[in-house]
C-alpha cells in the first residue's frame, strides 16, 4: 500500500502543470535580485542593495542573550541600506568574498533563495513586485568561527 501511494505521488508531481512554476527569466530576475544584495553589500554600493530590496524588507535573525534565552534582531530596507552605504561590507577582502545563490523554490510571484556568504547564510524571501523580484524578508545566522 505505501508504495503504491508513492507511485502515485510521484506521478502527481511529474504530470502536474508547469504552467505556475520557475520561467528562465523569473529564475535570472530572483538570481540578479539575491546577487545585487550580496554584492552590494560587499561593494558598500547603497544603490544596488536598495534596488534588490522591497521598501518593507525584515531581515531578522534569532540569537541568545547572556541567559541563552532567544532573541530577535530585525533591520530594515533603510537601515540596511544606509549600513551598505557606509561601506559595512567592504572590510571583507575579495578573496573572501563568497556569494553562493541557489534558487530554492519560486511560485508565480513567491520565491525563496538561498544566499551563502563569507561569514553567514542568508535565506531569502522574494516577491515580483512591480515587474521586478524584491527581497521581502531575511532570516540569517552567522557561520561558525573559522568555517
Request: net charge positive.
Amino acid at each position: 500500500m505505501y508504495l503504491r501511494l508513492l507511485i502515485l505521488l510521484s506521478l502527481m508531481a511529474v504530470l502536474a502543470p508547469r504552467s505556475q512554476a520557475q520561467t528562465a527569466e523569473d529564475s535570472a530576475g530572483i538570481r540578479q535580485a539575491a546577487l545585487n544584495y550580496i554584492e552590494g553589500w560587499y561593494e558598500g554600493n547603497g544603490e544596488r542593495m536598495e534596488k534588490a530590496l522591497h521598501p518593507e524588507l525584515a531581515k531578522r535573525m534569532v540569537s541568545a542573550d547572556a541567559n541563552n534565552r532567544s532573541r530577535l534582531s530585525q533591520m530594515s530596507a533603510m537601515t540596511l541600506t544606509q549600513s551598505t552605504r557606509r561601506g559595512g561590507g567592504k572590510d571583507t577582502p575579495k578573496e573572501q568574498q563568497q556569494k553562493d545563490v541557489t534558487i530554492l523554490d519560486i511560485y508565480r510571484g513567491a520565491a525563496s533563495a538561498k544566499v551563502i556568504a563569507s561569514g553567514w547564510i542568508d535565506y531569502l524571501h522574494l516577491a515580483k513586485w512591480n515587474g521586478e523580484w524584491k527581497i521581502v524578508n531575511v532570516l540569517w545566522e552567522l557561520k561558525p568561527e573559522g568555517k
